[in-house]
């Protein structure tokens, strides 16, 4: 019985301690394929030589964390998924900001803290998760990127996925252009 007890209380501290590491509850982390942070894996430790880039481009890129479904204006909280593709076969595509806004315009979160190295035809995804309320039916993303020239001009969408009742739906989005300052 003793042993028993042991036995328990020694999952339990393994549990909770499993729950204290941050990156085990980032989605981001948990459904890649090695547990790992796909964001800190592509990071650039050191500083990049920019000065041959002609490439720079801000893509503003609609996220609905929520929809309204009938007359009672019934909120159902989405997932979305943000894809940002290099589509170049040889060069790769540096991201250097993905920031997520609310319906209201209030900054939200700041998924990179340092530019990333997207490889050629790589795919680096983002989760929002269905819990994540706070972005509301007008969330979205503003995305810069840079490269050596125009040939790394990325494909940038959005899916989002939900259910309602027994009936299911998914739709997507995509990132547009923008000028920013």
């Not at 549990?15 to 982390?29: A, F, R, Y």
Request: charged content about 25%; hydrophobic content about 35%; overall charge negative.
């Amino acid at each position: 019985m003793n042993l028993y007890r042991i036995s328990l209380l020694g999952l339990a501290a393994a549990l909770i301690c499993t729950g204290c590491d941050t990156k085990m509850g980032d989605p981001n982390v948990v459904l890649s394929d090695h547990q790992q942070d796909p964001i800190e894996e592509l990071a650039v430790t050191e500083k990049i030589d920019d000065s041959n880039f002609s490439y720079r481009q801000s893509f503003y890129v609609p996220i609905y964390s929520d929809i309204y479904t009938d007359k009672d204006n019934r909120k159902v909280l989405l997932a979305a998924t943000l894809s940002v593709r290099n589509t170049n076969l040889k060069k790769p595509l540096y991201i250097n900001k993905i920031d997520y806004y609310a319906t209201d315009g209030t900054f939200l979160k700041s998924y990179v803290d340092r530019t990333i190295e997207l490889p050629p035809m790589a795919t680096l995804n983002y989760i929002v998760e269905k819990e994540e309320d706070k972005g509301g039916s007008g969330a979205n993303f503003i995305i810069t990127v840079e490269g050596v020239d125009k040939s790394v001009a990325p494909v940038i969408e959005a899916v989002m996925i939900g259910n309602f009742s027994n009936k299911g739906f998914a739709f997507s989005t995509e990132g547009t252009p923008i000028d920013t300052p």
